[in-house]
């Protein structure tokens, strides 16, 4: 079952659909962009040269910076009373990004999270328990909107409130939740620490995302609450949480919503397009914003694409868990690494915890990395012996070497109650 039948479309219409949607988006934004249109003038296209969806790759990318650049408004393609509502995304540094939307796109947007919930297993009926933070950030009012367009009750408890959130958890019983992997691990410990075991309560679905998160730790979070951890993806540039969601029947990978939104897979290095099954960036093209196309959007996020069938009976394309990003490559001593790989492997390991922390530091010319990670409640072994096998397996697994590894005890680690969590710390 799927909450519209477009999820379930032949691919032949969709890419008719798409074409359609591209070439009016295109026209849109070259119309009423001067930074689209200068960028299209520069790269020799023209809206006229966009024929079908296969066109998309004649485009010019659009980049992180350019959002900097045209800070607060410069890519809005509506005159100013046009737009219902602003949202904005802060990186690590400078200005945030500013994301606008009409009226057409906050519909738009309630659609396809509506569509990501019931693909999630949340049903109308149900209660929701929405622990994303509300306000700028896109995550609180994305899946509140959803929720209420699908039908169920939201319970709009944001982000924190760590001991609120259980009460409404056992006293309203919500049967799903969204938020972060990082806080929902942080709630189970916090409950566990009040005596709530949340295991028994009728919590059976979290909806995750926002951060990045491999499987070892998805499995704590299962076992943890005893629910079905369901990875959402998006981004504000696009529109928010709701570009792409896994369904509950298969758990792998996640439906991309490309009605709306145009998946490619670029070459970091070159921008060159990659084929299905390559890993690579993800590139994003709005199909529909009418406040804020954005033409191939470079999201820094890698992933690959698989157009085979779903158990589900969804037809659109499922991308790979997002591990990590273009920008968070570890380069240690020449071994190129991810954070979420050090993790995979740090995680695996039985006795320790999904916590840790990763600091980079430069000494003389040297690269140097040291990793803290907790080791689980009920060890009571040899925390020399678990350092020395974590090591070694970082050693065997991923050819790293780790000039310094501490093993704390559980709960030791600065935990992130509210936002993202940051788990590279880079002092070089
Ligand atoms: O994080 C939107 C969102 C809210 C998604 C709630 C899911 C749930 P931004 O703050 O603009 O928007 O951050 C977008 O977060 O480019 C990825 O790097 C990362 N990200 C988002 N979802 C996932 C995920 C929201 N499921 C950036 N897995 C993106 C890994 C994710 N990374």
Known sequence: MTYT?????????????????????VERAYENVDFYREAMDEAGVSPADVESVDDVSTLPFTTKEDFRDQYPNGLFAVPDDEVRRIHASSGTTGKPKIVAYTENDLGVWSEVMARSLYAAGVEPGQTFQ?????????????????????????????????????????????DAMGCTPSYCLYLAERAEAAGVDVRDLPLSTVVIGAEPFTDPMREEIEAALD????????????????????????????????????????????????????RGELVLTSLTKEALPVLRYRTGDVTSLRYEECDCGRTMVRMDNIRGRVDDLLIVRGVNVYASSIEEVMVDIEEVAPHYRIDLYREGSLDTMEITVEHHEEFDGDVEELRDRIERRLNDVLDVTVDELEVLPFGEIERTEVGKVTRVFDHR
């Open 130 to 174: 929405n622990a994303y933070g509300y306000g700028l950030f896109t995550g609180g009012l994305g899946f509140h909107d959803g929720v209420e367009e699908l039908g169920a009750t939201v319970i709009p408890t944001g982000g924190g409130n760590t001991a609120r959130q259980i009460e409404m958890l056992e006293d309203l019983e919500s």
């Open 5 to 25: 039948d477009t999820e379930a479309a032949d691919r032949g219409s969709l890419r008719s659909l798409q074409g359609d949607r591209l070439r009016e988006t």
């Open 227 to 278: 629910v079905t951890a369901i990875d959402i993806y998006g981004l504000s540039e696009l529109i928010g949480p709701g570009v792409s969601v896994e369904c509950a029947e298969a758990q792998d990978g996640l439906h991309v919503w490309e009605d709306h939104f145009l998946p490619e897979i670029v070459d970091p290095e070159t921008g060159e397009p990659l084929e299905a099954g390559e």
